[in-house]
């Protein structure tokens, strides 16, 4: 009985073995921008940064709270501490909701220095998100929700993902099936 036992546990060990060694696996990763967020991303509360969204976004202030509770509460381990802020101010990432005709960029980030603009491969304070209300009013609930997750994502440092179409820094909404940040918003990169 315990030889059988014994010889059990061998085997499972081999086959554990094996299948690390010989069986490949998908890694979720993510690639950043040449800069980064001076800060940093916050440490789970030990540094703690700063969101602000202005008013005029009206519904999507709510969409822009989801979408950062989900890069907060993903499941896999990233140490971001964001919370929402009434004073501009101590943000570092500002969103803003501004005019455009529907061109069918329905997001952009930019990165700053004090009150000038930087280019991404440049470490920035504090960064500025703007959703186009042209393109944002023409689509409907995935893309409104993509947007924020997207474009958060930048700001935090991420550049796009061109190789995982359901990832939501994946370059753009409308090469993906249409989808909604509750169902399939893929935070891993």
């Known amino acids: 009985m315990r030889k059988d036992v014994k010889k059990f546990f061998s085997i ?22 040449g800069g980064r967020l ?3 991303v916050g440490n789970y509360g030990n540094n703690r940064q700063y969101y602000w969204v202005n008013p ?3 519904e999507g202030i709510s969409r822009a709270d989801h979408a950062m509770s989900r890069w907060v509460n993903s499941s ?3 140490p971001i501490s964001f919370r929402r802020t009434t004073n ?10 501004v005019p455009s005709a529907n061109n069918a960029v329905i997001g952009t980030t930019t990165y700053h220095v004090g009150v000038g603009k930087v280019t991404y491969n440049r470490n920035w304070y504090w ?22 997750g997207h474009e958060f994502g930048h700001a935090m440092g991420l550049q796009h993902n061109t190789s995982d179409r359901n990832s939501v820094i994946y ?3 409308n090469n993906v099936n249409q989808r909604t940040i509750h169902q399939t918003m893929n935070l891993t990169g």
């Open 127 to 148: 960064a500025k998100i703007e959703i186009r209300s042209g393109t944002y009013n023409a689509y409907g609930a995935g893309p409104r929700n993509w947007v924020f």
């Open 76 to 78: 896999v381990y990233t």
């Open 171 to 173: 370059e753009s909404y």
């Open 88 to 97: 501009q101010s101590a943000a570092t990432i500002d969103v803003h909701r």
């Open 12 to 33: 499972v060990f081999f086959i554990i073995l094996f299948l690390n060694v010989f069986v490949p696996f998908k890694v979720q990763a993510y690639s950043l921008l």
């Open 56 to 58: 005029n976004i009206g």
């Open 38 to 40: 001076i800060n940093g």
